[in-house]
Structure formats: C-alpha cells, structure tokens
C-alpha cells in the first residue's frame, strides 16, 4: 500500500512537472509567434513566458481553490446524503429495498464499488 501512494505521489509531480513545461512552452510560441508580428513586442524566453503565466495567475486568479466562492466539496456531499435521506424516510419498506437495489445494480462493478450484500459479507475487506 506504501509503494502505491509513494507512486502515486511520483506521479503526481511528475504531471505536473510536464503540465507546467507545456504551458510554459505553449505561452512562449504563441506569444513570439503574435506579438512581435502584431505589435513589434520582444521575444520571449521559456523563463520568460513561465514568469508571465505566474504573474497572470497572481493578478487574474490568485491561488485559492475557490473556497470563498463557493461551498467545499464536502458540503455538498453532505447536503446531497441529506436529501436522500429525507427522500428515504417517507418510502415503505419495500420500496427502500427495491431503491437499494436498483442502486446496487447500477454502481456494482464501476469504480471498485462493491454491492451491499459483498460489502456485508465477513472477511471482505480489500487485500491489496
């Protein structure tokens, strides 16, 4: 399980790395490739272009997630169990059953997810 996350952390910096460099290089041609035509502008470097896009960050986006905006992710999942929830509560019982399964047939095997009656089952936990 260590390995995986190590792996995945890996990963992660790796993609970001490429996505960094390819926005990067993406902002130096198309720039030397308008501007200087345009309007007779210099040249960019990589560094250059790599500093432009952080400096556009800073002004226009700024580096928080949206959080101010809007509500966290967690909120929202949240508010979503709640409402089926509520959506539950006035069902017969039968018809819990018949939601639940019908949700069961639908998720099982995308994803990882597992049905309920696998998820009950003892000695089910994942061995990986």
């Not at 198309?30 to 960019?44: I, K, Y």
Request: glycine residues 10%; proline residues 3%.
């Amino acid at each position: 399980m260590k390995k995986y996350i190590v792996w995945k952390i890996l990963g992660g910096i790796v993609l970001g790395a490429v996505f960094v460099t390819a926005f990067g290089f993406a902002t130096m041609y198309l720039w030397n490739w308008l501007v200087p035509a345009l309007f007779s502008g210099p040249v960019l470097t990589f560094w250059q272009a790599l500093g432009l896009l952080l400096l556009c960050k800073l002004l226009f986006g700024g580096f928080s997630k949206g959080h101010h905006e809007k509500k966290h992710w967690r909120w929202n999942k949240e508010r979503w169990r709640e409402h089926v929830k509520n959506k539950m509560e006035h069902l017969s019982p039968e018809e819990k059953e018949k939601v639940k399964n019908h949700f069961d047939r639908c998720m099982s095997g995308r994803w990882g997810f597992r049905t309920r009656e696998e998820a009950e089952k003892p000695g089910s936990t994942e061995e990986q």
